[in-house]
C-alpha cells in the first residue's frame, strides 16, 4: 500500500505550455493565436497561444488550433500531432489525455 503524503495538482496553464513544445516538434503544424482579446487573457493567465486545457479528476482533455503547411496530408499530420501531445503530457504530468481535439483553421501556402 502506497502511503499519501499529499496532493498533486497541475495548472491548465503547466499542461498548455506542456502541449505547445510537444506540438512545436512537428514542423508542419503551426499553433494558431485567437483574437486580441484571447491573446491578451491566455497572456494574463500563463497560457499557451492556440491550446485550450481542461483538467477534471486527473483526466485532460486539450483543445489546439492549428495551420497546416500546404501539401501535408492533414489526417495523418494531426494524429502524429495528437499522439505526439498525449505521449508528452502523460509522460510529463503523470495525468491521463481523454483527449486531443485538433482544429485545422488555415493551410500555410
Known amino acids: 500500500m502506497e502511503d499519501r503524503i499529499g496532493e498533486i495538482r497541475v495548472a491548465d496553464n503547466v ?3 506542456v502541449a505547445g513544445v510537444a506540438a512545436a516538434k512537428i ?3 503551426t499553433l494558431r493565436s485567437g483574437a486580441f482579446y484571447q491573446d491578451w487573457a ?3 493567465n500563463g497560457g499557451a497561444k492556440g491550446i485550450h486545457v ?3 479528476d486527473g483526466q485532460v482533455v486539450i483543445g489546439m488550433r492549428v495551420s497546416v503547411k ?3 496530408p492533414i489526417h495523418r499530420v494531426c494524429h502524429l500531432l495528437q499522439e505526439q501531445v498525449k505521449d508528452s503530457v502523460e509522460e510529463i504530468t503523470g495525468l491521463v489525455v481523454e483527449a486531443v481535439d485538433v482544429y485545422v483553421e488555415a493551410v500555410d501556402l
Open 15 to 17: 499542461v498548455a505550455a
Open 27 to 29: 514542423e508542419q503544424v
Open 42 to 44: 491566455k497572456k494574463l
Open 54 to 56: 481542461a483538467v477534471a
Open 70 to 72: 500546404y501539401g501535408t
